[in-house]
């Protein structure tokens, strides 16, 4: 049987290039039913792993051998973890569900000096300068579906996304000094900051 394949986890490789090689200790925000938190578990000793939905938190730990991830079931804004908790701190298609600026400020306050925060968002196309773009994806999407195993994940979706790709790519300049900012072809963007070591 064929992968399974999104336009987000056409992105997985993005975050994990991100990662540092040292990692020991990862967070997954907003991680849905578990699909970005298992392929960290294969090469980061411990992964914690939060989402406010109760039901795709118990469809991710159905997965699970019991203790292998820790799932949390939580807002990540709120729930009391350590600062400087995490080596790594990655969000995939969650970053539009919550206060954008409030989320990247508690994913570095999490984070230990020299971790990484990786993110993969979703953003608003503003039209008509982005007619191409939207043409050229919708294309390579149609090529993606004939040739890979599509699935749809059953995570609440919230759109249009608040924020344009220029005002995203702004606010997480403003939030995180020294961002990377990437816009990708299928409808994603990412941004990859390294917490000063000072």
Do not use: Q
């Not at 991100?18 to 970005?36: K, Q, T």
């Not at 206060?99 to 990484?116: F, I, K, S, T």
């Amino acid at each position: 049987m064929r992968a399974r394949w999104n336009h987000n986890i056409h992105y997985h490789h993005v975050l994990l290039d991100a990662m540092p090689s040292s990692c020991e200790r990862a967070l997954d925000v907003g991680c849905g039913e578990g699909v970005f938190a298992r392929r960290l578990r294969r090469s980061v000793p411990h992964v914690t792993a939060i989402d406010v939905d109760p039901d795709s938190i118990a469809l991710a730990r159905a997965h699970e051998p019991p203790g292998d991830i820790e799932y949390v079931v939580g807002d990540f804004l709120a729930y009391p973890f350590a600062p400087g908790s995490f080596d790594f701190v990655a969000c995939i298609a969650a970053l539009h569900h919550m206060d954008a600026r409030a989320a990247l400020r508690r994913m570095a306050e999490v984070l230990r000096p020299g971790g990484v925060v990786a993110v993969v968002g979703l953003a608003r196309s503003s039209y008509p300068r982005d007619a191409p773009r939207e043409l050229a994806a919708a294309v390579a999407t149609r090529a993606h579906k004939l040739t890979r195993h599509y699935w749809e994940s059953p995570a609440r979706a919230i759109w249009p996304p608040e924020h344009s790709y220029r005002e995203i790519r702004a606010l997480a300049e403003r939030t995180l000094p020294g961002t990377r900012f990437r816009r990708h072809l299928l409808w994603r963007y990412s941004i990859v900051w390294t917490k000063p070591a000072a």
